[in-house]
């Protein structure tokens, strides 16, 4: 297993080091300005929605949203792998913008949603503002390359922010906390890939048995316990028909509904 890293060793690519330097307002418009090319003269960092865990997805989010003085909305987040389903990734999240916005039935959509992706593995430099080039530089470097200097202003006021918040016992606390969310959400996501695994394996053996319907399946997705589902697995390799396994399951689940009431 990995090693856990300390608030010390983290750099501008680890996600809570980006999320708390990007939410300092000056280093969001800075930031902004060097992606997009055009002055901004000010904007909100939603901290509500920035470095949190997120209690309906059950999940730990680290983007940043802001809007700026032309009520521009912006969401910022870092990735240090390849991703998939980027395309998908920023639907999703400009449908979160959207739910911002107030409803106008009357306004004709110009939808005026821009994405952009940076790359440290660019290979077109040439072409690029040398602020950028410096800062996905500074992005790409280890913690030792990381702490050198680049040249830039820009990279400047980053470094010095990183430099206060790894001396902010506040931000130490929240490291912990994110941390142990982290864990948390890690285990409940391996949890959920063992019972998921037991009702497939379920099912797989049911259907030597028989037509699996409908009702079986549901039932199987209201359990959420290991133990029950382990049992359950064991009892369908010996079940004579899937009608008298999903007796079993339905009794289950309503031996489980009437424990918690």
């Not at 902010?168 to 941390?179: A, I, K, Q």
Request: with cysteine; glycine share 4%.
């Amino acid at each position: 297993m990995s090693r856990q890293k300390r608030l010390q060793d983290l750099t501008i690519k680890d996600n809570f080091m980006f999320g708390a330097v990007m939410s300092i307002e000056e280093n969001c418009i800075a930031f902004l300005e060097m992606v997009l090319g055009f002055p901004i003269e000010k904007v909100v960092v939603s901290k509500e929605r920035s470095m949190i865990y997120h209690p309906e997805y059950k999940g730990v989010w680290l983007d940043i949203y802001a809007k700026d003085e032309k009520h521009t909305h912006y969401n910022v987040e870092m990735q240090t792998r390849r991703q998939a389903d980027l395309g998908k990734r920023s639907r999703y999240y400009h449908s979160q913008i959207d739910m911002e916005c107030q409803e106008d039935t009357c306004a004709k959509l110009r939808d005026g949603n821009k994405t952009i992706f940076l790359s440290t593995r660019g290979k077109n430099k040439e072409q690029m503002p040398r602020s950028l080039v410096k800062f996905l530089k500074f992005v790409e470097a280890d913690l030792v390359e990381s702490e050198q200097d680049f040249g830039d202003e820009l990279v400047k006021q980053f470094q010095d922010s990183i430099r206060e918040i790894k001396a902010s016992r506040e931000m130490g606390e929240r490291y912990m906390l994110f941390e142990e969310l982290l864990k948390e959400e890690r285990q409940e996501g391996l949890a959920q890939g063992r019972q998921e695994n037991a009702r497939e394996y379920i099912l797989e053996f049911l259907a030597d048995k028989g037509e699996v319907s409908g009702e079986l399946k549901e039932a199987l997705c209201k359990l959420n316990s290991e133990e029950e589902l382990k049992r359950l697995f064991k009892l369908a390799i010996k079940a004579e028909s899937t009608e008298a396994f999903q007796k079993i399951v339905e009794e289950t689940v309503n031996k489980l509904r009437s424990k918690e009431n």
